[in-house]
């Protein structure tokens, strides 16, 4: 629990109100209480403002002049929303323990301070480092590097080989380092390709509940800094993401393309292997990215929902543009002859 002023102090922000309120997590302009700071960061919410019954407010200096109640002063109120928050799930972290049905591999190096949940195990070789967590049946194969205070959740996956950076979040379920799709036809049925890379991931990246990454065919799938995946992503091998792109659920990304840095890209996006996106880029959701995209800026595909009878309309005609064009460049001709 922080006073208000307290929260701005560790901030360096300024505050108007009663700075001896106590706080002790956040909560939404609606329904917070007397003890939770509250956000207004959409200008849709402002209706919230009059009624809201916590015990503070972040807010943009230009909206104070509604709110006469105790408030945060921030340029940016979600950013100080986000830092806020994780001050608070900082004091709630429990302390470090290793659980007796944990299993370490004699040979791995696990640093004394490393929380090992229950049926959680470490594999030959592997290392973890300082003040990083494992829940329960978390499983680490051989030669894994895991870095410092990173947070590995329940029942994660992370295969041989792979690295993983400082202060990285792996959600339940996720699978680190599976391997490629990596097939080959042959006259009698397909040969599998043994797939020899692994994965790297950089400092500061989250990975969202039940995503994969498949470790590389020959070089690496590698993920940059402060990389944020959601959930239920699909990462094939070889891909290279830059740092600090986003990426939101259900977006499946074939192998060998190579994201761009600061890029966004939105829900059940599809992009096929051996492409490049460069930096910068946002891709509007549900799209499908077929080719190399060499500037920045924001792309999108997919029909915008409608009825289903104009849908049905629409879809015979698009069947019909190639007959169509045709025709326009016969009659071009006929005009220009």
Known sequence: MKTLA????????????????????????????ADEISFL??????????STQAGAVIISPGMIDQFSGNALLADNPYVVFAKVANLFAVNNQQPHCQHPTAVVAATAQVSEDVS?????????????GSGSRLAAHVSIAEDVVIGADCEIRTGVKIEAGSRI????????????????FGLARDKDGWLKIPQTGV??????????????????????TILGQDVRLDNQIQIGHNVVIGDHTVI?????????????????????VGVVGHINICDGVTIQAMALVTHSIKEPGSYSSVSPLQKTSQWRKNAVRTRQLDKLARKINQLEKKIND
């Open 6 to 33: 307290e929260l701005a102090q560790l901030l360096q922000l300024k505050y108007q109100g009663d700075g001896q309120v106590r706080l002790r997590r956040v909560g939404t302009l609606h329904g917070a209480k």
């Open 41 to 50: 960061a959409n200008s849709n919410y402002t209706k919230y403002l009059a």
């Open 116 to 128: 090992l949940g229950p049926l959680s195990v470490v594999g030959e070789r592997s290392q973890i």
């Open 165 to 180: 950076g400082d202060r990285v979040i792996i959600h339940p379920g996720a699978v680190i380092g599976a391997d490629g």
């Open 199 to 220: 994965v790297e991931i950089g400092d500061d990246c989250e990975i969202g509940a039940n995503t994969t990454i498949d470790c590389g065919a020959i070089e690496n």
């Open 248 to 268: 939101a659920g259900c977006t499946a990304i074939a192998g060998s393309a190579v994201i761009g840095k600061n890029c966004m890209i939105g829900g059940g």
